[in-house]
């Protein structure tokens, strides 16, 4: 079955930008979109936003200033940068699939485990 | 942006007990809500979407209603491993999450 599972610096230094990769294994990138969570220590989900395979993406309007996904096809990953990082960014990041391939949703039914980003100097 | 609000924000209850968690949103959104169980240290697990759809695997103590503006999950018989925090989420426009109801052990 499809698995994701997400990459990258666990400690990001103020001003700087975040770089997350999520890999998705076990099945195909293409026709679904992809989706970034996160959730600081103790507190609720916020959706970040979410790209489809052909790059077309859409981001949480709070976000989208400084967020950018990107989606390599051929090594089934995707990406997330969070420009302009603050404490405030700390925060468990997830990675997870739209349940409804092709554009729909119904939820998001494959997440990754999630990976703890620290932001400090 | 759709603000997503669920009641009661903690629970308590007793294995075997009913129990309904609400969510509202700050406008239609149809049927578009699903709901999460999350348990700690662990990624979000999907229960129901569409508001009352199933997901599956998921066992049928769990159900969803509602549509429009306010919705529930119910869990008709409280498990052991139901004790966890439940969210819902909105995915008319854009997606946005609840705040969370944790249900704990009365």
């Known amino acids: 079955q499809v698995q994701l599972q997400e990459s990258g610096p666990g400690l990001v230094k103020p001003s700087e930008s975040l770089s997350l990769t999520c890999t998705v294994s076990?099945?195909?990138?293409?026709?679904?979109?992809w989706n970034w969570i996160r959730q600081p220590a103790g507190k609720g989900l916020e959706w970040i936003g979410r790209i489809y395979s052909s790059g077309s993406a859409n981001y949480n309007p709070s976000l989208k200033s400084r967020v950018t996904m990107s989606v390599d096809t051929s090594k089934n990953q995707f990406s997330l940068k969070l420009s302009s990082v603050t404490a405030a960014d700390t925060a468990v990041y997830y990675c997870?699939?739209?349940?409804?391939?092709?554009?729909?949703?119904?939820?998001?039914?494959?997440w990754g485990q999630g990976t703890t980003v620290t932001v400090s100097s | 942006d759709i603000q997503m609000t669920q009641s009661p924000s903690t629970l308590s209850a007793s294995v075997g007990d009913r129990v309904t968690i609400t969510c509202r949103a700050s406008?239609?959104?149809?049927?578009?809500l699903a709901w999460y169980q999350q348990k700690p240290g662990k990624a979000p697990k999907l229960l129901i979407y569409k508001a009352s759809s199933l997901e599956s695997g998921v066992p049928s103590r769990f159900s969803g209603s509602g549509s429009g503006t306010e919705f529930t999950l119910t869990i008709s018989s409280l498990q052991p491993d139901d004790f966890a925090t439940y969210y819902c989420q909105q995915y008319n426009s854009y997606w946005t999450f609840g705040q969370g109801t944790k249900v704990e052990i009365k």
């Open positions: 076990g099945g195909s990138i293409s026709l679904y979109f």
């Open positions: 997870a699939r739209d349940k409804v391939p092709r554009g729909g949703s119904d939820g998001m039914d494959v």
């Open positions: 406008q239609s959104i149809s049927i578009w």
